[in-house]
T-cell receptor, first 109, second 113 residues
Framework: DAKTTQPNSMESNEEEPVHLPCNHSTISGTDYIHWYRQLPSQGPEYVIHGLTSNVNNRMASLAIAEDRKSSTLILHRATLRDAAVYYCILSSGTYKYIFGTGTRLKVLA | DADVTQTPRNRITKTGKRIMLECSQTKGHDRMYWYRQDPGLGLRLIYYSFDVKDINKGEISDGYSVSRQAQAKFSLSLESAIPNQTALYFC????????????FGPGTRLTVL
């Protein structure tokens, strides 16, 4: 199963954009890229997913590199409620979500 | 009401005891999962079920068993709990495609003394 690499932690000021990077150099052609986040004392929740093209939804945007070896989750205006651990996960036709340790995002007021 | 519920939310037990954690979902999904999370780490898959008659081991199934009583219910059992099974346990459910979102429950914090 392909693995992902993320920074352990990042900080952002409130109301500013946040770019959370993820490296997945061993990604295969059929792997989807998923992002979930885990707020304190909660289960993970879905943020966004994509295959090749950049994706936008009401929560965030996902920018996928042309070679698909990396991706970036973009929160356009961070709020205090966005403080969480963000997980970048690959899936390829199976049930398997391989969670790494994620990036702990701290949002400063 | 929550789509995925877990009971109990917290449990303290002693080494050697049998423990059952229960999960129910109202999403109407066929797929259900049990994960374990240790402090500072991501989630690891214990067992998963694609439907009532299809149950499979995940990456860390030793010491655990499961039962899929109905489409909506998936239970995790620790036959003889040991201290290193102290962790946060999450149940999740999803549709039938690997791109379908997984919906997670609120978790059960289990402490084995």
């Amino acid at each position: 199963d392909a693995k992902t690499t993320q920074p352990n932690s990042m900080e952002s000021n409130e109301e500013e954009p946040v770019h959370l990077p993820c490296n997945h150099s061993t990604i295969s052609g059929t792997d989807y890229i998923h992002w979930y986040r885990q707020l304190p004392s909660q289960g993970p929740e879905y943020v966004i997913h994509g295959l090749t093209s950049n994706v936008n939804n009401r929560m965030a945007s996902l920018a996928i590199a042309e070679d698909r070896k990396s991706s970036t989750l973009i929160l356009h205006r961070a709020t205090l409620r966005d403080a969480a651990v963000y997980y970048c996960i690959l899936s390829s036709g199976t049930y398997k979500y391989i969670f790494g340790t994620g990036t702990r995002l701290k949002v400063l007021a | 009401d929550a789509d995925v519920t877990q009971t109990p939310r917290n449990r303290i037990t002693k080494t050697g005891k049998r423990i059952m954690l229960e999960c129910s979902q109202t999403k109407g999904h066929d797929r259900m999962y049990w994960y374990r999370q240790d402090p500072g780490l991501g989630l690891r898959l214990i067992y998963y079920s694609f439907d009532v008659k299809d149950i499979n081991k995940g990456e860390i199934s030793d010491g655990y068993s499961v039962s899929r009583q109905a489409q909506a219910k998936f239970s995790l059992s620790l036959e003889s709990a040991i201290p290193n099974q102290t962790a946060l346990y999450f149940c999740a459910t999803s549709g039938g495609r690997h791109t379908d979102t997984q919906y997670f429950g609120p978790g059960t914090r289990l402490t084995v003394l």
